[in-house]
């Protein structure tokens, strides 16, 4: 299974979310329920926008290129409710972080 290397989990111990680049794709790294931790990838479901520069206002991401509106928390989207941010789980093996290929949406 192919992975995308995130770095060590000391990089991301605090509250977060962070904002990450990994193969020329934006992610959003943040805490998931408990300790655990979930990619978003900042890449809008319309037509494939780049989030990684738009600032959350009130918990939501807003679409610059034609104003879809997703909740930063989980990346729900309000105004195509099938068509939520994808989701990955971030998984730790030999002391590295790694988000998971396979989109959790």
Same mark, same amino acid.
């Given at each position: 299974m192919l992975r995308l290397r995130l770095g060590p989990p000391s990089e991301f111990s605090g509250p977060g +979310?962070?904002?990450? *680049? !990994? #193969? /020329?794709? +934006?992610?959003?790294? *943040? !805490? #998931? /329920?408990?300790?655990?931790?979930?990619?978003?990838?900042?890449?809008?479901?319309h037509q494939n926008a780049d989030l990684s520069a738009v600032a959350a206002r009130d918990g939501l991401l807003v679409c610059p290129r034609h104003g879809w509106r997703y909740r930063e928390?989980?990346?729900?989207?309000f105004d195509a409710p099938d068509r939520p941010l994808r989701r990955?789980?971030?998984?730790?093996?030999?002391?590295?972080?790694?988000?998971?290929?396979?989109?959790?949406?």
């Open positions: +979310p962070w904002r990450v *680049r !990994r #193969a /020329g794709r +934006p992610f959003e790294i *943040r !805490r #998931a /329920g408990g300790a655990g931790l979930l990619a978003l990838e900042l890449t809008c479901r928390a989980d990346g729900s989207c990955f789980r971030i998984e730790e093996s030999d002391g590295v972080l790694w988000i998971a290929s396979q989109d959790n949406s």
